[in-house]
């Protein structure tokens, strides 16, 4: 097992929010190690869209420029590798890597993000981050004014019929199941048009990632050039809930206007702490935490003098 000279802070995950964090405390003139197996949610995804100046980059591409900017600041480390253990208390952390290794810090953040649980619908992971997408807002542009599939039921369905108005007329509901609607819902989606199909699918069918049609069990079929689906997200780290840290049912940590959670010195930022997954939304919340860690920091030394 490998030790290193204690760090100001550790922070858990390497992407937008982590980056934008550990961008912040280098440049606090913080002594800052990220430690991110490389195995981002966003990884499926060929382009990174709404990121102002860095639009259409890819996952890759967008780290691979943070990283290159975090070369100006000599106190930013990165580690790729997994986070297994986490042990101790504010101001005397210590992680512990799926390879051994060891790493001190004063504080945490949290910024691993969510992890999709396994696609349960065949073909789905086939044109996952291709032609399949789970934000409008992220890929609509790309699929605007195609025949698209909402996979999605209850008031998500209702709120992607709402939503896709945008980037699209024409776009077809697809329940995999009971609708979970109201009688007054399904009125409104007959009186715009907007087909529902309740069956459950049987297979998403494919040309090379690029969605052809949708086969439900009842033998129906809906033709298709894109896909919206709601995916099932897990916690992207059980480390903070082995702190004691207080989270939401969708599995969010709770955390303070500069991320700090219920446990001193832990904070969190990104996915790992909100339900609005954007890599923008993410990347700010990675600066307040870093500007909220550095404040106590700062405050603690100050007491200390």
Known sequence: MKDTNPFDVAIIGGGPAGLSGALVLGRARRSVVIIDEGKARNRVTRETHGFLT???????????????????YPSVSFVQDAAAEISGADGAFRIVTSGGDAYEAKKLLFAAGKKDRPLDIEGLADVYGISAFVCPYCDGWELRDQPLAVITSGEGAMHMAKTLAGWTSSYAICTNGPDGLTDE?????AKRNIPLYDAPIERIESKEGMVEQIVLRDGRRVACTGIFFAPTLVAGSDLPQSLGCEMTEAGSLVINDFGGTNVPGVFGAGDAATIKYQAIMAAAMGSMAAVGINMELLQETWDNA
Do not use: I, K, T, V
């Not at 639009?55 to 420029?65: I, W």
């Not at 819902?185 to 989606?189: C, F, G, I, S």
């Open 185 to 189: 819902q399904r009125e409104a989606l």
């Open 54 to 72: 860095r639009d259409g980059s890819s996952p890759g591409e967008f780290r691979a420029a943070a990283a290159e900017q975090m070369r100006r």
